[in-house]
Every structure is written in C-alpha cells, then in structure tokens.
C-alpha cells in the first residue's frame, strides 16, 4: 500500500518529485516484441542516486500498478478494478464491488481478500506514511471474494483517495497494471505487456526507462531514434524541442504548488498581518513568466486548481507592493532611517542547491526586497533539505508541495498532527481541514472547501506562488489519446502506432 504514497510524500520535497534520474547511458534493453512496438522513456535530469532510483520505480508503478479507484482531473473518483460502490447514509460503511475476472500480472485471480491487504495499513507503518483516508478504519471485511466492505469509526472524506494511493500486489510483488516489470537494473527498467489486463490488451509491447546524464544527451538519442519519449522538457528547451519534425510535445498541469512556505516559530513570520503583507509583495504572473516559461497557472493556497469543490469566484491576493509596504508598516515594522538596518527584519530562506530552485528564490528575494524585507537564502543538498523541513528547522523554504487532484495531501501539509508531512507551526486551519476530513455530501465538502479557501486567504502559512506546467516530448510514431491536459505516460497502455491500426480490445 505504502509504496507509491511514501515514495511521492518524500520526493515531493525534492528538485522535481518523481523527475529523471541521471548517471546512464544508452536506452535500457528493449522488452520481448518487435522494437517498433515499444516506448522507450529517457531520463535526463540529476538526481542523487538515491532520489533516481526511487524516480524509477515511482514510474514503474505508474505502468505496472493498479488500485480500486482513482482520481480524476476535477477531484472526483472515478472506477479501476472496484467497478462501483456505495455509502451508506451516516457515512460510517462503504461497499466496494469488485469487476469479475480480474487477474494479477502472474494469473492469480484478484479477489476481494487482496482488496483487504491492499487496503489495511502496516501497523508498524509511522503514521506520517499513512494515508488520512484510512485513519479512520475500524474493519474491512470480505463477505464474497467480489464485495469488499469498509467500516469507519466516523466519516472521512479522504477514503477514496486514500484507495487511491493503495495498489492491489499479488503474490510475488505481482502487479494488475497493463505492464509487467521483466527486468530492473540500476538506472534502467524494462516492462512488458500484460495481455490479460481488464481494459484490454495494448498495442504496445513494452516499457523501458533509462536514465541519461543530461537532458541535452536524451534530447540526443530521442532525434537519432533511440528513445520515443523525453520524459522533461524544461523551460529553456520547450520552443526548440516544440519546433521538433520528429517529435510533439504533451503538456499538463503539475499537481504540484510552488511556495515559500513559513515557520510560525520565526518572530516576525508566526504574525498573520506579516504573511499576508508578504503574499501581497510578490508578483506570481512574473515568476511564471520568467521562471516557467510562462506556462503555470499562480496559486493563492494549496488547493488543486481544478477540484471540482473549489469556489473559484474565492478572492485572492493580489500583487500590490504598496499595500505590503503600509502593511508592514502598520504592524510596526517599519524600516528605521539611519539605523544602517537595510530591511524591516530579514529571515533565512532554505531552498534545494538546484539551478531551477536557486532562479525562483533569487527573483522572490529581489521582490521581498522592494518592500524592504530582506530574505536570506541557504542552498543545500536535496536530502538536507528534505530532513531539515521534515523537522521544521527552518525559518522558510521554497519547494513545491504535492497536492494531488484531490484534499487529502492538502490535509496532510496543513493539518497539525504529529503525523504530519512538515512541521511548521501553523494551526490556522486545523478546524477546517477537520470539516473537509468529515465530510459526508458534497455540499457539506463545498462549503467546506470555500471556507477552507477563506482560511489560507485570511491566515495564510505560506506565500503560494504557482502551479506548473509539465511537458513531455513523444515521437511522432506514436497516436496519442485525444486527452486534454492530463499526463501523457498515463495513457501508454492506449498508445497505438500510426502504422498499425487501433486494437479491436474495448475498455469499459
């Protein structure tokens, strides 16, 4: 169950979660079929050894897994293997029915039983690693090997994400994805078709992902027709690779917020009246312009911009360095004339000693300081980074937090618990996030959310700055599904090549 979640809570703190590893060479080994018949993904963006190697197998799982539900762009969910469900009225019993037929990638029938293993927590799993959507369970119970009953000790609105995050495994680690893992060697992975998968059989044979150590050398090999797919174009390469004759790009948005993120322990930052004063001081539209290449949408709090609950008429910050220098002024932090203080007061900010992060936190420095508030930058290596925010020894950061297509990350990054991802301080919205946890309709979840909204706006616990495009660069071999704005390589099981006609397998 933990083994996409956890890999995702940590890499969200890292240069990019779940990016390219680097270190290799050529493409991986090509899986059993014609070599025309297979996607050959090429990483090119350094990493630790350790972070690229859990980039691999967090994309391995996005070919090799499957769950009971999943998460859809507006937030709602949305049937895998569990073809429907229902709650009962007080919100304390669900009743998942299972499709007949299912099979694990090692023919073992899928049963409810396997539900249930998926679904129960460790319990020698920290609580930080469990998902909030399965807090709550008192039992899961089997009554046929299709129905799988959950029984909660109060409602919780995260349960289906938290099925969500909860892949079914059978014997051997054995997946019910459309691919099967054949081979994984360090930096390379190699997946072949599985032809019984319950959607249907795809026209692609197979998966390989290899790491190279550079974008530069797997844009190379992508244009002498090594590798079909780059996984990241960045913001410097998107107009020469979108020029491409042999390749198109895919774009999405990230479910991921870029923000400069606030200890309450810090004296000036634990005010509400500094915070907002701050959110108002930096101009979003530029950062996107000038660090995403135009291509992000900003944010005024963590909540994903497309869910389907949120209030999109809710006000928001606006850029208004005037307002955030009288701000400032009337909570008394007024910048003293001959003093030789240069600022108003100064905190030190944490950012990952990556290029990309070190651009972003140098152009909100310079914002911060036409307000007279000096922010202080400490780079370091992605794994302190990670330790240092896990355990609040910081006075800010700037990084992208996971938010999902749904609440519950939301809930995990804001909600103060000893289970929670970060430590910051901040309480400001706890008996909010608790109304969204218990939710039972959708307009008791509405409100919720709005309120939620009115919450970040009115106290906010960081400075959320944008919301970032994602591009992939892919063959033009290959069709694409005609999905708008979703991720590319969540589709590959339905990839066809132009030469060979679409599968006669229907998907429900």
């Not at 998902?131 to 995260?158: C, H, M, S, W």
């Not at 290899?210 to 174009?233: C, F, I, K, N």
């Not at 992208?400 to 995990?412: D, K, P, V």
Request: hydrophobic share 40%; glycine share 8%.
């Amino acid at each position: 169950m933990a083994r996409l979640f956890v890999c995702t809570a940590l890499l969200c703190l890292a240069a990019g979660a779940c990016k390219g590893p680097t270190g290799g060479g050529p493409a991986a080994t090509p899986a059993p079929g014609s070599a025309s018949d297979i996607v050959a993904v090429a990483y090119g963006d350094p990493r630790s050894r350790e972070d690229r190697e859990r980039a691999i197998n967090v994309l391995v799982s996005f070919f090799a897994d499957e769950r009971l539900v999943t998460l859809g762009r507006d937030g709602r969910s949305e049937p895998r293997l569990a073809e429907r469900w229902e709650m009962s009225p007080d919100g304390l019993t669900w009743r998942f029915t299972l499709r007949r037929g299912l099979v694990f990638q090692n023919g073992q029938p899928i049963t409810s039983t396997d539900a249930r293993a998926a679904i129960v927590p460790d319990p020698q799993m920290p609580g930080s690693r469990v998902p909030p959507g399965l807090l709550d369970l008192v039992a899961v119970e089997t009554p046929t090997p299709q129905e799988v009953v959950i029984r909660l000790k109060r409602p919780n609105a995260f349960l289906l994400e938290g099925l969500n995050v909860s892949p079914l495994t059978g014997t051997g680690d054995s997946g019910a994805g459309p691919f099967r893992l054949d081979k994984r060697t360090p930096g390379k992975a190699t997946l072949r078709r599985f032809d019984r998968y319950y959607r249907g059989r795809s026209d692609v044979a197979g998966v390989t992902i290899a790491e190279y150590p550079s974008q530069r050398e797997a844009w190379s090999a992508m244009m002498r027709g090594d590798v079909d797919v780059l996984y990241d174009v960045t913001p410097d390469a998107f107009e020469f690779v979108k020029e491409s004759p042999n390749a198109h790009i895919a774009s999405y948005l990230r479910a991921y917020v870029i923000a400069l993120t606030f200890n309450m322990a810090h004296r000036r930052l634990g005010r509400r009246d500094v915070r907002r004063a701050l959110n108002q001081a930096i101009d979003r539209a530029r950062l996107i312009d000038t660090v995403a290449g135009g291509r992000g949408v900003p944010a005024v709090d963590p909540i994903w911009p497309n869910h389907w609950a949120r209030d999109i008429a809710a006000p928001t910050f606006a850029y208004d360095p005037a307002a955030a220098r009288a701000a400032l002024d009337a909570a008394g932090l007024r910048r003293k004339a001959g003093t030789g203080t240069p600022s108003r007061f100064s905190f030190t900010c944490l950012v990952q000693d990556d290029p990309r992060y070190e651009k972003l936190a140098l152009l909100i420095q310079r914002q911060l300081l036409a307000v007279d508030v000096d922010m202080r930058l400490e780079a370091v290596p992605t794994s302190t980074f990670q330790t240092r925010v896990a355990s609040g020894r910081f006075d800010a950061f700037v990084g992208e937090l996971i938010a999902s297509h749904g609440l519950s990350f939301t809930y995990m990054w804001w909600r103060s618990a000893p289970e929670s991802l970060m430590r910051t301080g901040y309480t400001g919205a706890d008996a909010v996030l608790d109304r969204v946890r218990a939710a039972r309709t959708d307009d008791e979840l509405r409100q919720a959310v709005h309120d939620l909204q009115r919450a970040m706006l009115d106290d906010p616990p960081a400075a959320f700055l944008y919301w970032g495009q994602a591009s992939r660069a892919v063959s033009r071999r290959f069709v694409l599904p005609a999905d708008d704005d979703v991720d590319i390589l969540r589709s590959v099981d339905r990839w066809r090549l132009k030469e060979r006609p679409a599968s006669a397998a229907a998907s429900p």
